[in-house]
């Protein structure tokens, strides 16, 4: 996917999981508790896309506040290195609420909770802005195995791009640290042509400790017209 969606996962001792970005693109349903603060980073390589035009490594740097137990703001940038002619360059900066449609308590099984996000983002190359929203639903199927749904999309200022992706997540417990999982994400293009869906899946593997939490993940394309082949992540965070 062109964009990178903006997640600040936290260790919340109200639910079941710690830490809330067990995925490489799927959005999960966690937010910051009032009052609290968390620094994230996040490495992404895309690799493998046509001829290499579109391959890129991106450092995303962000810094989430929780506005109250159920409103989140995040501000990230984004600097990204394209393979194709050496470059560096400050790609992107933004602001992002996200809403979690629960109050926090006690996890219960089989219970849907839904989150809203709505972000704003600035492309430093050409000057557009480009609106989210995602749509997410993430569900404890038992104590030890979590589901997340994703359904999001975008459009930019001057009308050049407009996608929608769908999204679904699976992870589980191995140990109270240690959580296992894997992700099928679909995504299409609506402007300036129709294009897709185009899918792709891959594992996730996550680990928190404390205040720490570090995750990583991969998708790779299925089938031959996949605009972005094989994007691997790696994310951390820590509160403070």
């Known amino acids: 996917m062109k964009r990178f969606i903006v997640a600040l996962p936290l260790f919340f001792p109200s639910l079941a999981f710690a830490g809330r970005e067990p995925f490489n693109q799927v959005l999960d349903n966690e937010v910051l508790p009032a009052r609290g603060a968390e620094l994230e980073s996040k490495i992404t390589?895309?690799?493998?896309?046509?001829?290499?035009?579109?391959?890129?490594?991106?450092?995303?740097?962000?810094?989430a506040f929780g506005l109250s137990d159920q409103v989140e703001l995040v501000l990230p940038l984004e600097v990204s290195y394209s393979h194709a002619d050496g470059t560096t360059n400050f790609t992107r900066y933004a602001a992002e609420v996200r809403w979690r449609m629960a109050k926090p308590g006690p996890p219960v099984v089989m219970?849907?909770?839904?989150?809203?996000?709505?972000?704003?983002?600035?492309?430093?190359?050409?000057?557009?802005?480009?609106?989210?929203?995602?749509?997410?639903?993430?569900?404890?199927?038992?104590?030890?195995v979590h589901t997340a749904v994703d359904l999001g999309g975008n459009f930019v200022s001057d009308a050049s791009e407009s996608t929608g992706h769908l999204g679904i997540g699976v992870t589980g417990n191995v140990t109270g640290a240690l959580r296992l999982g894997g992700e099928v994400d679909a995504n299409a293009a609506f402007i300036p042509t129709f294009s897709g869906p185009n899918l792709a899946a891959g594992p996730d593997v996550s680990y928190t400790t404390g205040p720490f939490w570090i995750?990583?993940?991969?998708?790779?394309?299925?089938?031959?017209t996949i605009p972005d082949p094989v994007v691997l992540r790696l994310s951390w965070g820590v509160e403070f």
Do not use: C, Y
């Open 45 to 63: 390589d895309k690799i493998g896309t046509p001829g290499g035009a579109g391959d890129e490594t991106a450092s995303w740097w962000g810094v």
């Open 111 to 144: 219970r849907p909770i839904p989150m809203l996000r709505l972000a704003v983002e600035r492309g430093n190359s050409s000057q557009t802005l480009e609106a989210q929203a995602d749509l997410t639903v993430g569900t404890d199927l038992s104590k030890k």
């Open 215 to 224: 995750t990583a993940g991969g998708v790779v394309g299925l089938g031959a």
